[in-house]
């Protein structure tokens, strides 16, 4: 029996739509080959000519031939993203965020993956210890990047230790494969107090460097630490002065290392800014916001594009009305949101807004993400206050654009709640101004 893999979308206008391909229908092979993954099939149909064994839903099979040009897209959508199973996380990580959270979640938010495919598609980070070295060779093969690594530390022992894993250790060679080969590579540090912070972070970053340019970027984030660690590793919090010399380390680095490559390599997250109460590097500083899904500028890219909607908004002489709103976020962002309302309500002097800081005690008051907000604290918290005509909130507040929260409270159920209607607003500064006025 042919291996083969359900379509369950056909872009609009794309090659696979013009050669009569549908939804419902399976793919079987590429020029004689039956795509293993989504690693199979991107290199297989990489070629200006390509032939597709499509089996219809009838059980008809068809032959087609594609000129196209190199690299160009098919427009197919499969059922599955990666055309295969994922791979769970094979470590015990003694920072893990799932291990520390509570029961009684969406069973979907408990699942580990540690699949370097995911990393390719998602930008997710893998630790490289469910990888073969197969895997590594069809990477080099198929030159596919980039990939984003979780590293933690590159003494091997400590490695195991944190990852509690006895091939972690063996795990990071792996990166010296795919340095020479080309692999463009980001990189991880999830810093856990006392355990691979001063000096071990120090000797990671020397280590890291030898991989320049390849391995583009480093960022340093803190262990999140929920109130759910029972029995867990005992992970402490950092302190303003722990961030201060986390941020002393880094900048010393960034020196350095920009003296000798013109690029920063290593970066803190903002959280380590606002804990050590520093103002947030300028956004020269971030290579051009490389690791910004780990937190790495955010808040600068943010300040910047809002000062540049600013402008641009007071230059066109546009003029709001009476208009009373709300905005909720997490503590982390809460101080410089509340400065860039008031920039908005110094030029409109109409416009209301009022900024609430979400405590979260759903996981704990350590964690103060915007991201990691439930529904439960949203309605505890704003159920006696004034929300004026419309509450906005951050976009990754809701999972993977869906309309809930990750206590599996709804949108709407929290509308219904609070009486007034929620907006979701995007990460970009145009996006929160343009929100803010309803404009």
């Not at 990071?172 to 080309?182: C, M, Y």
């Not at 020397?206 to 262990?223: F, G, M, N, Q, R």
């Not at 929920?226 to 010393?252: C, G, M, Q, W």
């Not at 990754?396 to 709640?417: C, H, M, P, S, Y």
Request: net charge negative; charged share 25%; hydrophobic share 40%.
């Amino acid at each position: 029996m042919k291996s083969k893999h359900f379509i369950k979308n056909i872009i609009a206008d794309s090659i696979a739509a013009e050669m009569g391909i549908e939804r419902g229908d399976w793919l079987l092979e590429i020029d004689g080959t039956a795509p293993t993954d989504i690693f199979d099939y991107r290199f297989l149909i990489a070629d200006e000519y390509i032939e597709l064994l499509i089996e219809k839903p009838n059980g008809e099979e068809w032959l087609l031939e594609i000129d196209k040009e190199e690299n160009e897209d098919l427009g197919i959508e499969f059922a599955d993203g990666l055309m295969d199973e994922y791979r769970s996380c094979q470590n015990k990580c003694i920072f893990c965020f799932i291990d520390q959270m509570p029961t009684g979640l969406r069973e979907t938010l408990y699942f580990k993956d540690d699949d370097a495919r995911l990393s390719f598609l998602q930008g997710n980070y893998v630790t490289l210890t469910n990888m073969s070295d197969d895997d590594v060779s069809r990477i080099i093969k198929y030159h596919l990047s980039p990939i984003n690594i979780s590293i933690h530390t590159t003494d091997p022992e400590l490695r195991i230790k944190m990852l509690n894993n006895r091939f972690a250790g063996e795990a990071l060679q792996k990166i010296a494969r795919l340095f020479s080969a080309g692999i463009t590579m980001n990189g991880q540090i999830v810093l856990c107090k006392g355990i691979n912070d001063g000096n071990n972070l120090e000797q990671t970053i020397k280590d890291l460097t030898i991989y320049l340019p390849h391995l583009e970027s480093v960022s340093v984030v803190p262990a999140g630490i929920t109130k759910f660690r029972e029995n867990l590793y005992p992970l402490e919090k950092f302190t303003k002065s722990d961030a201060l010399e986390v941020l002393k380390t880094i900048h010393r680095f960034q020196e350095e290392i920009f003296a000798e490559h013109k690029t920063h390599f290593i970066h803190a997250s903002d959280e380590w800014y606002i804990l050590a109460g520093l103002e947030l590097p300028l956004a020269v500083r971030y290579d051009g916001y490389l690791q910004l899904e780990n937190g790495v500028g955010m808040m600068r890219l943010l300040l910047d594009e809002f000062d540049e909607a600013l402008g641009e908004i007071i230059n066109s002489g546009i003029i709001i009305g009476e208009r009373e709103i709300s905005l909720a976020t997490g503590l982390l962002s809460y101080e410089y949101i509340k400065i860039l309302t008031m920039r908005l309500t110094d030029h409109f002097p109409h416009l209301t807004v009022h900024v609430y800081g979400i405590t979260n005690h759903f996981f704990g008051e350590n964690i103060t993400v915007s991201g990691l907000l439930t529904g439960t604290d949203l309605l505890e918290q704003l159920k006696d206050v004034n929300p004026g005509g419309c509450l906005l909130l951050p976009e990754n507040i809701l999972r993977f654009g869906e309309d809930v929260f990750l206590d599996g409270i709804t949108v709407k159920e929290l509308e219904n709640a609070l009486q007034v209607k929620a907006d979701i607003v995007k990460s970009s500064g145009r996006d929160l101004i343009n929100s803010i006025l309803g404009v």
